[in-house]
């Protein structure tokens, strides 16, 4: 009998999981049909001159659409997931249903766990297509725009400019072959030395590494010279070589002036990227956007902690679970905008810069979930005041 009951009991609790889950599909997938509208207009509206001009062909925007709806989606996610638990569970507390689960004994975290483990796929969906279609479509969109706004894709070759490593070298490099890899009139100051050293040598070629950023290169310098200087600068030792081979930490990209943007690299190679300066020279733009690709992700499993108490005290109208979507992705959005200038002005580490909202909201969710959770609270005044505005 015991087991009977068990059995029961479980297949009760699938059957539940499995009709809130249906009750977020349907705004879920609404929303980010309209979100992608939204945003999809929004790339419209800045290419109309472009299209107007003939500059850009409709074959050629309708690509540029393509290759940017996996950076369209990486956003959209959290926000559908936020409009879909309003909306889907505030339709379950307004028909009662809500109240039905509790009268049967279970938690509000239990009648919830469908809700958090959706918020938790959403995020998942979103990192994987932030790791691997957008960097890639990025990239080719990118290049599309630059081929409409200069008439080429292909980045010009770097001749004649100073670059450094990760270490204290820095290098010059009179010419760049990247077809055959070779490199012409090579000069490189090393400091990391007691004594500072300097090679020059005729010629190069660049072996790049088997995976990007993760190891330095090897270059094969030929027809050189390396000197040692003293402290007046004045040279100590000198010997001529045939061929030497130095391990270097700068990529091809960076010779061909090929260099990727934050946004065409994926987490793993922006974490490489990181490695090669100290931990107080990080570039503040590109630690925060590392951050960023998994703060913005996790924030559907954020906007799931907020919402889903949230959606409690907003069951009266659909109108009202809307209005509610709308000041909150203000709210989050402003927050983020604040945290990246302070991140950028270095008044906060890149860190906290990335993670403020969703650490914000989610003090908020959590905050929330256990009033609701010790009973049945009266409703916070800005949503009483909101309630009264729209009877």
Known sequence: MGRYVSVSLTLGLRIADRYVTRELLGPFFLGVGGFIVVLAGDILYTLAEFLATGQIRLGVLLALLAYKLPAILVVTFPVSTLFAILLGVGRLARDREVQAFRLAGRSLTRIFLPVLLFAAVMAGAGFATNEFFAPWANQRANALL??????????????????????????????????????????????????????????????????????????????GVVRELDEQGFTRFETRFASLDLAVAVEEATLTGDERRPDEMTARELQSRLRLFSPGDL???????????????????????????????????????????????????????????????????????????????????????ARVEGGWPRPLLPIAALRKLVR
């Open 146 to 223: 630059r081929r409409a706004a200069f008439g080429e894709a292909g980045p010009l070759i770097r001749q004649q400019v100073f670059f450094r490593d990760s270490g204290d070298r820095v290098f010059y490099v009179e010419q760049v072959d990247s077809s055959r890899k070779t490199l012409r009139n090579v000069m490189i100051y090393d400091a990391s030395r007691p004594l500072p050293r300097v090679i020059t040598a005729r010629e190069a070629s660049w072996e790049p590494s088997r995976e990007a950023f993760a190891e330095p290169s090897l270059w094969r310098l030929r027809d």
């Open 283 to 369: 570039p503040p733009r590109l630690a925060m956007e590392f951050h960023r690709r998994f703060a913005v992700p996790l924030t559907s499993v954020v906007f799931a902690l907020l919402a889903a108490p949230l959606s409690l005290h907003v069951a009266q109208g659909r109108f009202l679970s809307i209005g509610i979507s709308i000041v909150l992705l203000f709210i989050y959005y402003a927050v983020m905008s604040i945290g990246r200038a302070l991140g950028a002005t270095g008044a906060v580490t890149p860190a906290l810069a990335a993670w403020l909202p969703n650490l914000l909201f989610s003090l908020g969710g959590l905050t929330m979930w």
